[in-house]
């Protein structure tokens, strides 16, 4: 296939990179995924990113296919390249270039065992922590057969679902699918758990798949009560900076932890370079400002959620009005100068920030809690720094899900005050070789923020 001057524009984003390419777009174009899913909760992130890449053709086959029919209408509408059905599980999918699966372990068994083998990215949620998940990628059938073997052997509880943590897999398995695909990067081989709760990560061989499914199955200790910490999360005020990729993400996991109201602020509107990332918006709404846009979809996803948007560019006028009505931030923006706003007007009226950016298949995380630790301009002091942009470098567009999935479990935590988050810590994502690292941070005493001259507030 050619791409056209439509298709061009609205993939620029993979086009520019070296990885992808055009060749690499028009190989997404002509594939076809499988996604297996128990319901619909696990696969809409893995389907509306999919989507948004330009995975030609997926087959979609649920357990429980209740909602099936907006999620399907919702990746169609936000990709016109794509087409996207429904499969029962008699059908053959043996032909997909690519097959993913999302859910319990038995769910899991049932599918492998019941189809022929294509290339397999697994995500392992719904077990007894729900804050806790798996992902690993087989190019091999042997490999397949020995983790069911032993996974299938162990002892795998189902609990009521972390819907965050779907969000959060759906997006990995995506960034892993596309790798897979276009033969890209570091398969992810071994198997990869992460427990999003205390923020960390583990790889284990095959040799221990024994010992994952033992710490699959232990629980956290939470001293608050599921009651008590939607009671919070209920009763709290959101503001996203940015609705474009790394807050389309963020929003949707603040909607379906059930954040209260959330601020949406944007003052860009849609347009079709956005969509291969940006799963809030859609063709049908290019044109809308984004954070009406972004509101549209929110509001489907949760009647409950309070919206206001805010369709504007946040700056030295109006930051601490807008600011103060919330009680955190998610830093969801595309420059430096903007965070530097969103860093030093919440550290003056003491609101949390969660911070995150994205470059290529790369991104980082941090949470910012002004008074216990560092700030934004610890990291980056240079008023004047500029770095490569994602439209010059690129970005693939289920990266920025990963990194704001991650935002919106950050948020949550900070708000009910539960788990270990990001405080006085880096995340640094590597999409590429499918890495997470942590790195300790320290507040730069001779920070014009932070430190102790505190030459902003003075």
């Known amino acids: 296939m050619i791409l056209s001057k439509e298709q061009i524009n609205r993939y620029i984003r993979h086009i520019v990179m070296p990885e992808i390419n055009v060749k690499g777009q028009e190989k997404l174009l002509e594939s076809t995924v499988s996604v297996y899913g128990e319901n619909t909760d696990n696969l809409t992130t893995a389907v509306l990113y999919l989507s948004a890449m330009g995975i030609g053709k997926i087959l979609c086959h649920l357990k429980d296919d209740l909602g099936y029919d907006s999620l399907f209408y919702n990746a169609e509408d936000l990709n016109n390249d794509v087409s996207i059905e429904i499969i029962n599980e008699n059908f053959s999918a043996d032909n997909a270039d690519a097959r993913v699966i999302i859910g319990s372990i038995s769910f899991i068994k049932d599918v492998i065992n019941k ?259 560092h700030c934004y301009r610890c990291l980056y002091p240079d008023v004047n720094t500029r770095g490569t942009t994602c439209t010059e470098a690129g970005i693939l567009g289920a990266i920025p899900g990963v990194m704001g999935f991650i935002e919106a479990i950050e948020l949550v935590k900070v708000i009910a005050n539960i788990g270990v988050t990001l405080k006085n810590k880096i995340l640094m994502f590597d999409g590429l070789e499918m890495e997470f690292n942590i790195i300790n941070l320290e507040k730069n005493p001779n920070c014009n923020v932070c430190g102790k001259k505190d030459d902003l507030i003075s």
């Open 115 to 373: 189809n022929e083998f294509v290339p397999t990215i697994i995500s392992m949620v719904n077990g007894v922590n729900e804050w806790k998940g798996t992902l690993q990628a087989f190019i091999e059938p042997e490999r397949l057969n020995e983790y069911i073997q032993f996974a299938g052997g162990g002892k795998c509880y189902n609990k009521e679902k972390n819907l965050l943590i779907a969000s959060f897999s759906g997006a990995l398995c995506s960034v892993e699918c596309v790798k897979l695909i276009l033969n890209i990067g570091k398969i992810h081989e071994n198997l990869l758990m992460f427990d999003l709760l205390t923020m960390e990560f583990s790889n284990f061989n095959q040799d221990r798949y024994e010992a994952a499914i033992c710490e699959f199955n232990i629980e956290n200790n939470i001293s608050l009560s599921k009651k008590e910490i939607i009671r919070k999360l209920n009763n709290s005020k959101v503001l996203i900076v940015g609705t474009g990729g790394l807050g389309s993400p963020a929003a949707i996991g603040l909607a379906v932890s059930g954040i209260g109201t959330i601020g949406l602020l944007d003052s860009d509107k849609v347009e079709s370079s956005n969509l291969n990332r940006q799963i809030l918006h859609s063709v049908s709404r290019i044109g809308a400002p984004k954070a009406e846009s972004a509101k549209f979809f929110i509001s489907n996803i949760n009647h409950n959620t309070n919206i206001i948007t805010h369709v504007l560019e946040l700056n030295l006028e109006n930051a601490e009005d807008t600011i103060r009505e919330y009680d955190a931030v998610i830093a969801a923006v595309d420059n430096i100068q903007t965070r530097y706003i969103i860093n030093d007007t919440s550290y003056l009226l003491k609101k949390p920030v969660i911070e995150s950016g994205v470059l290529s298949f790369d991104g980082t995380n941090t949470t910012i809690i002004p008074g216990e630790g």
